[in-house]
């Protein structure tokens, strides 16, 4: 073998190795699922047989958006998309053909996540049932119905990148920043938006008076009495795990689908690193 054969074979060789590295784990990819919420958004509860199939019409101060459907079916669903079409619809926000995606998808938060939880994810979703189910096109009105502007719109508000560590914190803590800012996108709903959508980080999870469907969303920043200031690790956890508030009463809907479908199957590790970060973080309070 000549010398120059010989280093090609050596490059290809270990080009592989990352390859076989960094593929996708679906068991893994499960409890993503589970971080990542997307039972509570891509599951009808009206639909027998139709898990992460899409239909939920989401009603917001823009319109209503429809939720798309994310098993494998080929026509309907993501049964055609690459690992690299997923992570970059995650992480960029930008559909296999080229298209924007709304922040409705909360790509915001999910590009931060680790590019394995990534692979693991869409590792998973391709072992799911796949389900025909075409979901109709949002519903918004103008000028929000224009998918035009919204390179303009991520130039101004998105900031991409994945999670990084505070070396200064705890492993632990890290764990739970990493879980309410990425998978978790806990901003989401719990953070107020301004009138072109993109969330007021200066407030950032000190509650909303217009989540999903219009409801109002809570205070979950340390606030002693507008938020969960008084609330111990403990409590946090028990209600995330339950359901069940501090002083006698439970969650309502949207939380407590969030509660049934996500939280509750996370392990105790992954709650007390939650409420260790939400419990660390400065007081807030809306207007």
Known sequence: MTSLAFTVFVLAGLSFAPLAAA???????????????CDSCHTDPKKKDARLAGGLA???PYGTFHVPNITPDPETGIGRWSEVDFIRAMTEGVAPDGRHYYPAFPFTSYTRMTRQDLRDLKAYLDTVR???????SHDLRFPYNSRF?????KWLFFQPGSFKPEPRKSASWNRGAYLVTGPGHCGECHTARNFLGATNEKLALAGAKEGPDGKGVPNITPHPKKGI??????DMVEFLKTGDLPFGEAAAAPMSDVIANN????TNDDLKSTAQYL???PKR???
Do not use: C, I, Q
């Open 23 to 37: 593929a996708g784990d679906p068991k893994h990819g499960e409890y993503v699922v589970r971080l990542a919420g």
């Open 58 to 60: 989401l009603k917001s």
């Open 130 to 136: 796949p389900v025909r189910n075409a979901v109709p």
């Open 149 to 153: 502007a919204l390179g303009a719109w």
């Open 229 to 234: 200031g008084l609330w111990s690790a403990a």
């Open 263 to 266: 939280t509750s199957h996370w």
């Open 279 to 281: 419990l660390s973080l």
């Open 285 to 287: 309070e809306a207007p």
